[in-house]
């Protein structure tokens, strides 16, 4: 893998707060880190810690304060309104943690869809169903074209989350970030979605970015951990060597806390 590749996705000093005065809150304190080309990476830290910050300002939903983000040696700063927000619909895809909040109630999925891909290109509903059809067949969703003319309070909880799904990779595009997408699914729909974001990654080469405080989780999918608290980075390296290795005494701490919870409720 060349420098670049491993360079695909690169944030430096990211930083971000809310609010001003004495209520200012910071909550990215500096943020670097990269991740390579078709690399999982996980995102470990207490609630507070900027995850879900940081995954809102790489997908374009908010932006930094400073800092910088660059994918494929592209600068999200330095590109036009009009480039950036093709940039984001194209290149990263975002599927979160509750998708049936994110979807329009009164709209049929299928709709919803294509109006989201012909923002982006020139392309008629039937072709937008034959590209949704095949990522859905590729994630378990056999009968798609009765999803496609469904409305999201018609479909379950494990059904909306894998529209999420299509929805982000519709595009194929070379970065996915995913807030938390198992949490509000039963067990075994969990690890349904988490084979299926597997097989997306494999199918597409596609880099992914994901939140999730399950460790059975992150041990099967994640290539590279990055522990967060109060904004920083406090670890960051291979699974293996962060989940069972580690020497930063916060990371150590982390684990044990997890492995404690696990004995509890055994």
Known sequence: MSEEEKKFLEIVDLKKGFGSGETRQEVLRGMNFSVAKGEFCVLLGPSGSGKSTLLNIIGGIDSADCGYISINGDKLEDMSEKKLRRYLGTEIGMVFQDCKAALCPVRKIGVQIHEAVSAHEKISKKETRIRAGEIMKKIGMDDYERVLDSYPFELSGGMNQRVGICAAMIMHPNLLLADEPTSALDVT??????????????????????????????????????????????????????LDHSQDPYTQKLMNSVLHLKREHI
């Open 189 to 242: 729909v969990q690890k349904q979605v988490v084979e299926e974001l597997l097989m997306m990654r494999k199918e597409y080469q596609t880099a992914m970015i994901l939140v999730t405080h399950n460790i059975g989780v992150v041990r099967a999918m994640a290539d590279r951990i990055l522990v967060l608290q109060n904004g920083t980075v406090r670890d960051y390296g291979e699974t293996k060597n962060v």
